[in-house]
């Protein structure tokens, strides 16, 4: 099974941009599913986007996003389809969370940000917005 490994948190003005990665400890074997969650001590795990690979030649993957993150952060995987990223840009103080990356062999549309979906999550890295 793949383990994942989160970096690139940090502390950040409101309005300045963090990239966050997540490294895998092998390969994808596959169709997959990708995603990056949050979460703030006290409140329920956020999805905040998603990466669902399943063509054959690993072209043009599905994206979907939490509405508090579209057209502020991108996410993004590496063209040896290893690493995932999260350009986070404008960034705001209710960014502020712990983010996790996950994975699963699929992703439906509708529920690509249920947590419980996900069977292999990392540690998480903090990403800390200050206003």
């Known amino acids: 099974q793949v383990q994942l490994f989160e970096s690139g948190g940090g502390s950040v003005e409101a309005g300045g941009s963090l990239r966050l990665s997540c490294e895998p400890s092998g390969h994808y074997v596959n169709m997959y599913c990708l995603a990056w969650f949050r979460q703030v001590p006290g409140k329920e795990r956020e999805g905040v986007a998603a990466?669902?690979?399943?063509?054959?030649?690993?072209?043009?993957?599905?994206?979907y996003y939490a509405d508090s993150v579209k057209g502020r952060f991108t996410i993004s995987q590496d063209s040896a389809k290893r690493r995932l990223y999260l350009q986070m840009d404008n960034v705001k103080p209710e960014d502020t969370a712990r983010y996790y990356c996950?994975?699963?062999?699929?992703?439906?549309?509708?529920?690509?940000?249920?947590?419980?979906?996900?069977?292999?999550w990392g540690q998480g890295t903090q990403v800390t917005v200050s206003s």
């Open positions: 990466l669902y690979q399943y063509r054959p030649d690993r072209s043009r993957p599905d994206t």
């Open positions: 996950a994975h699963r062999g699929s992703c439906n549309p509708s529920v690509w940000h249920l947590g419980t979906l996900y069977n292999t």
